[in-house]
T-cell receptor, first 116, second 111 residues
Framework: EAGVAQSPRYKIIEKRQSVAFWCNPI?????LYWYQQILGQGPKLLIQ????????DSQLPKDRFSAERLKGVDSTLKIQPAKLEDSAVYLC??????????????FGDGTRLSIL | LAKTTQPISMDSYEGQEVNITCSHN???????ITWYQQFPSQGPRFIIQ???TKVTNEVASLFIPADRKSSTLSLPRVSLSDTAVYYC????????????FGSGTRLSIRP
């Protein structure tokens, strides 16, 4: 089966600009996650969708970050305006079925964002 | 949420068995223990998951003692390609949104 697809792989922007990332999860996976991974740290969950509904966005900086999952398939994550501290890799993951801790997550290879 | 503690780094040699131990003293009854592997410029990859005793798959074994306050990931006969960061996670069954990645263990394999 095809894995989680993310684009672009790399993005360089200046601070205060906006940027968007796209994720296509594994076909049929109901749950989708966006993570932020700063260099040298483990991934941090930003938002979780179950189909097209938000399950948890408690760690999403809502003043500048937004995410949507139209039709319960693809998802986009947007940052507007970007700050220097947003430089990180943004990872998308998906899992089948309902939101359960024993469901392994399948990760894409991420988008590396650099803010100048 | 159960916090995990694991070594920051480990070194080993090709052909050796590597054991990475993770401490999770306040694990809850319904928590699962999950390990991920991450190579540079890639997303984490699920390795193995367990609830109690021993679990084995084609890649690794996971040993969990009866009190479940720790777990050990065992990689048999490692190769250079096993050089990666390994994350131990304790995840509540009720929701994967409570998943917390620590800084992981950076495993370096030498020839």
């Amino acid at each position: 089966e095809a894995g989680v697809a993310q684009s672009p792989r790399y993005k360089i922007i200046e601070k205060r600009q906006s940027v968007a990332f796209w994720c296509n999860p594994i076909s049929g996976h109901a749950t989708l996650y966006w993570y932020q991974q700063i260099l040298g740290q483990g991934p941090k969950l930003l938002i979780q969708f179950q189909n097209n509904g938000v399950v948890d966005d408690s760690q999403l900086p809502k003043d500048r970050f937004s995410a949507e999952r139209l039709k319960g398939v693809d998802s986009t994550l947007k940052i507007q305006p970007a700050k220097l501290e947003d430089s990180a890799v943004y990872l998308c993951a998906s899992s089948p079925g309902r939101d359960r801790g024993n469901q392994p997550q399948h990760f894409g290879d991420g988008t590396r964002l650099s803010i100048l | 949420l159960a916090k995990t503690t694991q070594p920051i780094s480990m070194d080993s040699y090709e052909g050796q068995e590597v054991n990475i131990t993770c401490s999770h003293n306040n694990i809850a009854t319904n928590d699962y223990i999950t390990w991920y592997q991450q190579f540079p410029s890639q997303g984490p990859r699920f390795i193995i998951q367990g609830y109690k005793t021993k679990v084995t798959n084609e890649v690794a074994s996971l040993f969990i003692p009866a009190d479940r306050k720790s777990s050990t990931l065992s990689l048999p006969r490692v190769s250079l390609s096993d050089t990666a960061v390994y994350y131990c996670l304790v995840v509540p069954y009720s929701s994967a949104s409570k998943i917390i990645f620590g800084s992981g263990t950076r495993l370096s394999i030498r020839p």
